[in-house]
Structure formats: C-alpha cells, structure tokens
C-alpha cells in the first residue's frame, strides 16, 4: 500500500512563509495535491502538481516536487491567520480515477 | 469548480439505528463516487469508490454489509450506515468525480454521531 506523511504541525508567525513538507512511497502517482480543512468542515483543494513537474505557483502558493526523494512541498508566502487549518497532501494514480490517498495532516498554526 | 452537496452535514442516531447520507453533484454528471471516513485528527481514509448503475468497491476492511453504498444515478449517491454503533461515530466525506478531471469535488462532510 501507499504510505503518505507529512509532519503533525507547524506553527508560524503572521506575514512569515510556511513550508509544509510530504513524503510519500509510490512513485506511480499521476497529480498530488494540496488541501486545506478548516475545523469541521470538508475539503478545499488548494493546488495540484501533475507528477511530471517540479514546481508550479498559484499567487501565495508554491509546490514543489521531488521525484527522486519522493517529497512534495507547499509553501505559503505572507501567512495570514486565516491560513490557520490543517493541509493535506494527496496523490491519484492512473486508472485510479481520482481516488486518493491522503497524508497524515499538517495543522498549521498562524500566530500575531 | 464544480459543486458537490453532501446532506446531512449533522446527524445524531441511537445504538441500533440506520442512517443515510446523501452525497449530490449539484451542475455535473459523476460517473463515480468516493467515500472517506475521517477520525478526529486524523487523515481521511477512503471506505468505497462507487460507479453508477454498479456496485460499489470497498476497501479492505471496510464491512459491505454495514456501509451500503447506493449510486444509483449520474447525480447521486447515498451512503447507508446499518445498525450504528458508538464507534461508527465519525465524519464522513464524499467526492465526485466525472473521470475525465484532474480534481474529484469533495462534499462539505456529514458528522455522525452515535449515541
């Protein structure tokens, strides 16, 4: 099976820049992804990385993929607290049709 | 993007109960369907993958007999929790998917509870 972990939690300071990092053991993903969940609520997907890039920004996000390590990163620039969530990495596989496999969760914490 | 409406968003039952879950593509066709579970601060784990007119895929582990999965047109899918227990108690996610997208389009999450 496919294990993905990301760290329990990050806290960081208002206006700084988070990295939240992934790691992951299938090399056979297709996308992975970047979600947001805000306290009991669903799902806001973020971005997405097709598996045969290295990098894409989406204004304060930027992904970055290593395929070799096997290690996805998403860094927010100018954290603001309504940044406060925790963010999930996911990836899909050919033929899976966008089924996902989640990692463990990221809480990020944004501080005054 | 596309909207998915996942109804109840909250939901309390008794021991012994069934309750059902109703997971909409509101302005899309889905051909398939996804169930994930999600513990308190844990990682969403994916129960079935549902295609319409078909029955559903389970995931190891995951008691077909106690989740059933309905999909039974292009815009719905249910999800049916027989005889609830307090450790079903959970929050379950669906996501929509036509096949032919980069992204599935998740619901806002049913929170159930067992009492």
């Known amino acids: 099976g496919e294990d993905v972990e990301q760290s329990l939690f990050l806290s960081v300071r208002e206006g700084d820049s988070s990295v939240i990092n992934c790691t992951y053991t299938d090399s056979s993903s297709t996308y992975l992804y970047w979600y947001k969940q805000e306290p009991g609520a669903g799902l806001q997907l973020l971005t997405y990385i097709f598996s045969n890039m290295d990098m894409k920004q989406d204004q304060r996000l930027t992904v970055l993929l290593n395929k070799k390590d096997k290690h996805l990163s998403l860094r927010i620039a100018d954290t603001q607290t309504g940044d406060s969530a925790i963010y999930f990495c996911?990836?899909?596989?050919?033929?899976?049709?966008?089924?996902?496999?989640f990692g463990t969760g990221t809480q990020l914490k944004v501080e005054l | 993007g596309a909207v998915v409406s996942q109804h109840p968003s909250r939901v309390i039952c008794k021991s012994g109960t069934s309750v059902k879950i109703e997971c909409r593509s509101l302005d899309f066709q889905a051909t398939t369907m996804f169930w994930y579970r999600q513990f308190p601060k844990q990682s969403l784990m994916l129960m079935a993958t549902s295609n319409e007119g078909s029955k559903a895929t389970y995931e190891q582990g995951v008691e077909k007999d106690k989740f059933l999965i309905n999909h039974a047109s292009l815009t719905l899918s249910t999800l049916t929790v027989t005889s609830a227990h307090p450790e079903d108690s959970s929050f379950y996610i669906c996501?929509?998917?036509?096949?032919?997208?980069?992204?599935?389009?998740f619901g806002q999450g049913t929170r159930l509870t067992v009492v």
């Open positions: 996911a990836e899909s596989f050919t033929g899976g049709g966008n089924k996902l496999t």
């Open positions: 996501s929509a998917s036509t096949g032919r997208d980069t992204e599935a389009f």
